[in-house]
């Protein structure tokens, strides 16, 4: 098995703590929980308003997904795959001017929003809209001085995202977080990443609680920790394991991003936490297998 040098990880971690910015499916041939009124309605008693809804999206044939962190190098490639997919997409972001410049190409299915998530749930409620299907969080902390910024942004920001959805109904969030987020418990406490990155804001135990928020919410969860997080293109197959499991190796962001997307795509997904990188060696893998090699918790 390929391993990465501490110093390598510890810069492929560097990355991904500073970048992260972290239903229904596509194909009608896939179910999953998404709301109610966006499946093929089988009860013959319906109210008006779902019918309308029904007709509404038989028209268009789009889902949209509100993604969190649309900006960010993973939250863009998250917004790109989404759109190549078929599916509508609002993008939430805190600087719309700043969006603009990185989606030029003018998408009818591409709707730009502005959504801090550190500015509570009733706001973001807002932003998201009751015509979004599912959410995907791939916001994180931008490096300062302010050690509490990962708590605002990795943990309360990702509760106020979880609340909006449950005000909402939205039945489905994916959320990108890191391996090593619970290196503790894994006997990792002098892993060079994991020191590293904790002594930011103790930013991978603000992750982690972030997690057990979404695991608690009773919403439909994904839970992507991704390795070291690369820019360049993919450079092996997705290789995923079990939550803490990994405490090394890296991934391109186009294949978290892919992965990401497949979650909303893939039934298999549901209440999993799942860990990603790459290896050359590794055999490439359908999402579904790949998913349907993780046991729900």
Request: a positive charge.
């Amino acid at each position: 098995m390929a391993t990465s040098s501490p110093m390598f990880l510890l810069r492929t971690s560097f990355f991904h703590a500073f970048t992260i910015t972290t239903t229904k499916p596509f194909s009608n041939s896939i179910i999953s929980p998404f709301k109610p009124h966006q499946f093929h309605i089988k009860s013959t008693k319906m109210e008006r308003s779902e019918i309308t809804a029904e007709i509404e999206v038989g028209k268009t044939g789009k889902k949209k997904i509100f993604v969190s962190g649309a900006t960010g190098k993973t939250g863009k490639r998250i917004v790109e795959q989404l759109l190549a997919k078929g599916f509508a997409v609002k993008a939430g972001v805190r600087d719309a001017d700043k969006a603009k410049t990185i989606f030029p190409n003018l998408n009818q299915d591409l709707q730009i929003v502005k959504a801090d998530v550190t500015e509570g749930s009733e706001k973001l409620a807002e932003a998201i809209g009751d015509d979004s299907d599912a959410v995907v969080c791939a916001t994180g902390f931008q490096y300062s001085w302010d050690l509490l910024a990962p708590w605002k942004v990795d943990y309360y920001g990702t509760v106020n995202l979880v609340e909006a959805c449950r005000k909402l109904g939205v039945t489905k969030f994916v959320l990108v977080s890191s391996i090593l987020v619970n290196g503790a418990a894994m006997g990792q406490l002098l892993n060079p990443a994991y020191v590293f990155l904790n002594a930011f804001g103790l930013v991978l135990v603000a992750k982690l609680q972030a997690e057990q928020y979404i695991r608690k919410s009773g919403i439909n969860y994904t839970i992507i920790r991704p390795g070291g997080l690369k820019n360049d293109p993919p450079n092996g197959n997705v290789v995923m394991e079990p939550e803490d499991t990994l405490s090394e190796g890296s991934i391109s962001r186009d294949q978290v991003a892919e992965v990401a997307v497949e979650a909303l795509l893939q039934p298999q997904s549901s209440y999993k936490v799942v860990e990603i990188v790459a290896r050359t060696e590794a055999p490439k893998k359908s999402f579904e297998e790949l998913f349907g090699s993780i046991k729900e918790r």
